[in-house]
């Protein structure tokens, strides 16, 4: 950096980064297409008709390309006109190469900017009636309607998430031993786990230098300087502002020449998968004792960085940052190359040892969940952190104190002409109270099964009382959502995500 530094420029100098879709329930908005699967699997009409398909369609609507055949995330299958889906990349797990074509995905995202009234009579309008229905409950989220959820009820149109522009490549938020940043040359869209990286005022040659420098060894071992790493296993996860700082070798002003060697560089790259960088010994080592033996031994190549047309774009980048003289740019790849390997040796042998660690302690975590949980506390918006009880005293007008018992919390129906609006609280010596209003008596129900007692505030008015509780059923599945898809990124499995996020839900209420 001291002798090339002027070569290198921010990415959030030259480039925009935003979010990849925050759909709201991808089981609905991100489905697999298994159109190919099925047509191969039933060869003929007569077998289309015994598939469980929630409305029938010929098998010839698919066959022609007209209609595909989607798989929900329930598993119940759905035709839907093609117009009305796009290809879309969900993560980078499935991805193996630097240059990605939509071809090369199988999911796809529900593509629908028109009103209902538009779509009547067609699959995807009967897809989206059904899916206004559904609540895809699982164990990381409670059964909330889709059109509820706090990402769609944001929305004009609760199922239009056309509104993002994909960009010229992905940014990956969560990564480990390899190094991918995909060249996104079909504008596919993408999840909410990826960044869609947009250039500012660049022009062809400069885009092509750009997303083949990103995807250089040089990049792929500097990235470790941003970011932080989830839990104790060495996963990097770098946000949007951490690809923003990132340095990278600037493809501004690049000469069409240089530009053309890298861009060829880049397509030879993605005429195979790309692999570890990381050696074969580590990556196959799975114990301690073996691991301890490995790590006295000389620093060796991953088989990644002993491929030719990797270091043939490497020494192209160093070309790119005014290293005129071939022989040092050699010397600087094989340095690049040692660094790199010992680096991620280090993450590898940490990453078993951690591994073991869990194993001798009955497969728990040594991280605790609730130091999990402050982490992923840091990154949530501050309207989440709020405690209930002063969400509450902010967002009721005209307001009065209710004083809410211990106890299970019972409201029986809307339709019993006696009991609609009294609260049963207590199993066995049971505390009644009872509300002026059924909306008073649903809205005090949610704050009690939330966990929160004492004195609460809440509305005067009938009206700004329905008005609250429509709020807080919006606040309290935005913070369902926000929370999950916090633990999903600290924690590395199912068990351990549910603690997280029960104690994320436990500081919503109470506070932290």
């Excluded at 480039?15 to 991808?26: E, M, N, P, V, Y």
């Excluded at 909410?192 to 005022?201: G, K, M, Y």
Aim: proline residues 5%.
């Amino acid at each position: 950096m001291n002798e090339f530094g002027a070569k290198f420029t921010r990415i959030g100098d030259i480039a925009l980064i935003k979010r990849g879709i925050t759909s709201g329930c991808d089981a609905f908005f991100m489905p697999r297409d298994v159109s190919a699967k099925l047509l191969e699997k039933h060869e003929t009409e007569g077998e289309w008709k015994v598939l469980p398909l929630i409305r029938r369609c010929k098998r010839a609507e698919v066959e022609s390309g007209k209609v595909k055949i989607i798989e929900a995330g329930d598993k119940t299958l759905h035709p839907i006109e093609s117009e009305f889906l796009r290809p879309e990349v969900h993560s980078l797990m499935t991805v193996n190469k630097p240059v990605i074509r939509a071809s090369e995905t199988n999911r796809v995202v529900l593509w629908v900017n028109q009103p209902t009234i538009a779509l009547k009579g067609t699959y995807v309008g009967d897809y989206i009636a059904w899916g206004s229905r559904q609540t895809f409950e699982s164990n990381k989220s409670r059964p909330v309607p889709v059109p509820l959820r706090s990402s769609c009820a944001s929305r004009e149109l609760w199922y239009d998430v056309t509104g993002l522009t994909p960009g010229i490549g992905f940014m990956p938020m969560a990564q480990k031993y390899r190094h991918i940043i995909p060249y996104n040359i079909d504008r596919i869209p993408c999840n909410h786990n990826l960044f869609d990286l947009h250039p500012l005022q660049m022009n062809e040659n400069e885009e092509k230098s750009l997303m083949a420098s990103l995807n250089s060894t040089l990049v792929g071992f500097f990235k470790h300087f941003y970011g932080r790493y989830a839990g104790s296993e060495g996963t990097l996860k770098t946000e949007v502002v951490d690809s923003l700082m990132m340095e990278i070798p600037s493809p501004i002003g690049v000469p069409a020449e240089l530009s053309a060697k890298l861009e060829e560089a880049l397509q030879k790259i993605s005429q195979r998968d790309v692999t570890h960088l990381l050696e074969e010994e580590f990556r196959l080592c799975t114990n301690v004792a073996e691991m301890r033996v490995l790590e006295h031994k000389e620093i060796g190549l991953p088989l990644e960085l002993q491929r030719k047309d990797r270091r043939e774009l490497d020494l192209l980048v160093f070309e790119l940052l005014g290293v005129t003289s071939g022989t040092r740019r050699e010397e600087l790849v094989d340095k690049l190359y040692y660094e790199t390997t010992k680096y991620y040796r280090a993450q590898r042998i940490q990453d078993i040892q951690s591994s073991a660690n869990r194993t001798q302690s009955g497969g728990k975590s040594r991280v605790s969940p609730n130091s999990l949980a402050m982490g992923a506390w840091e990154e949530i918006e501050p309207h989440l952190k709020t405690p209930l009880g002063e969400w509450l005293e902010n967002e009721a007008s005209d307001a009065k104190t209710i004083e809410l018992p211990e106890g299970t919390v019972r409201l029986p129906e809307k339709f019993n002409m006696f009991e609609s609006t009294t609260l049963y609280f207590g199993d066995k010596k049971q505390i009644d109270l009872v509300l002026g209003n059924r909306a008073e008596a649903e809205l005090l129900e949610k704050i009690a099964v939330a966990g929160l007692r004492g004195k609460v505030t809440i509305p005067k008015t009938e009206k700004e009382t329905e008005k609250l509780l429509a709020k807080l059923t919006l606040h309290f599945a935005e913070a369902e959502e926000v929370f999950t898809n916090s633990a999903e990124q600290y924690a590395s499995d199912e068990k351990l995500q549910g603690q997280v996020k029960n104690i994320m839900m436990n500081w919503f209420v109470h506070g932290k």
